[in-house]
């Protein structure tokens, strides 16, 4: 393994850890370091899609994920990536949108198809507790 693979990993892990901890701009700054070098780098697309969601910019993290999903549309990654995102950014029919996608791609994926049972039953739940208040 080369070097730029492994810093590339690295950078990688580091912008995941720095999402976490609710650091997205220093995460974008790495995964555009990334991205520099690797520009169809899936894992970073999407990472950067997500931080740029999770910090209130999801038209932007929207249009990332979509770039993503023209270099593949069948990513796995991506397409969980985009439907947490955009779950976050309260789009829970847009995050269902994408995982009746990956369903379609992925059918025999049980964690795909409990994932969408969660957010219908929040949705339903919501539904239900707006009625009553």
Known sequence: MDGSATNEE??????????????????ISCLD???EHN?????????KGLAY?????PETGIAIFEEALEIDPFSRTVLITFADACLHSSMPEKSLEILERAIGYYPQ???????KQVILGARNRSSVNSYFN
């Open 33 to 35: 370091e990334i991205l």
């Open 10 to 27: 690295l950078l990688l892990r580091q912008s995941d850890i720095l999402i976490a901890d609710g650091e997205y701009e220093k995460a």
């Open 53 to 57: 969601c999770l910090k209130g910019e």
């Open 39 to 47: 520009p169809e780098d899936e894992g970073a697309l999407s990472l």
């Open 109 to 115: 994926d049980d964690g795909l198809v409990m994932l």
